[in-house]
T-cell receptor
Framework: DAGITQSPRHKVTETGTPVTLRCHQTENHRYMYWYRQDPGHGLRLIHYSYGVKDTDKGEVSDGYSVSRSKTEDFLLTLESATSSQTSVYFC?????????????FGPGTRLTVL | TQLLEQSPQFLSIQEGENLTVYCNSSSVFSSLQWYRQEPGEGPVLLVTVVTGGEVKKLKRLTFQFGDARKDSSLHITAAQPGDTGLYLCAGARSGNTPLVFGKGTRLSVIA
């Protein structure tokens, strides 16, 4: 257990509204990731962070932004939510290098955009 | 184009049967990982393989990394209902690139 919490766990919002999802960790992991999981697509990386204020884009970053002002918190923002962003969002954390590092996943946030 | 293809997509078997699921690619990976995900939860790492031809065992689960580091398999012996879940493979093309995940194999073991 890497002490990962995600909030909110469920959210229903309307198209065009801004949404922020929060990932909080208690184990001081350097790397943090945001994924989305959709039927037929599996897990896809949205953005990741390798330190405070250090972030990079993943495979499906369009329409999303992230911020990491503290080691323990990684925020994912949908500036103007669209129905295509309805998904389950997972945060993950890891200690070291990207390729062989164990990633510990949070419980997920189910987002519905109407 | 999916970088990692997993097969089968769905598998339903009786308790006690053996099974193998596959993770294939046309690309070479520096390492591959297998995760298991249960409904309503995040994935949990089962194993990481890094050397071509490597075989790792975790109780009744046997993981193999292909000699050319393009594919991997997961074999479960005498499956139990507790093995039910979504099995995901994930690979890294090089040491400092993010993981890419396959779409997963959804396994159901019926008692």
């Amino acid at each position: 257990d890497a002490g990962i919490t995600q909030s909110p766990r469920h959210k229903v919002t309307e198209t065009g509204t801004p949404v922020t999802l929060r990932c909080h960790q208690t184990e001081n992991h350097r790397y943090m990731y945001w994924y989305r999981q959709d039927p037929g697509h599996g897990l896809r990386l949205i953005h990741y962070s390798y330190g405070v204020k250090d972030t990079d884009k993943g495979e499906v970053s369009d329409g999303y932004s992230v911020s990491r002002s503290k080691t323990e918190d990684f925020l994912l923002t949908l500036e103007s939510a669209t129905s295509s962003q309805t998904s389950v969002y997972f945060c993950a954390v890891g200690r070291g290098g990207l390729s062989t590092d164990t990633q510990y996943f949070g419980p997920g946030t189910r987002l519905t955009v109407l | 184009t999916q970088l990692l293809e997993q097969s089968p997509q769905f598998l339903s078997i009786q308790e006690g049967e053996n099974l193998t699921v596959y993770c294939n690619s046309s690309s070479v990976f520096s390492s591959l990982q297998w995760y298991r995900q249960e409904p309503g939860e995040g994935p949990v790492l089962l194993v990481t393989v890094v050397t071509g031809g490597e075989v790792k065992k975790l109780k009744r689960l046997t993981f193999q990394f292909g000699d050319a580091r393009k594919d991997s398999s997961l074999h479960i012996t005498a499956a139990q209902p507790g093995d039910t879940g979504l099995y995901l493979c994930a690979g890294a093309r090089s040491g400092n690139t993010p993981l890419v995940f396959g779409k997963g194999t959804r396994l159901s073991v019926i008692a």
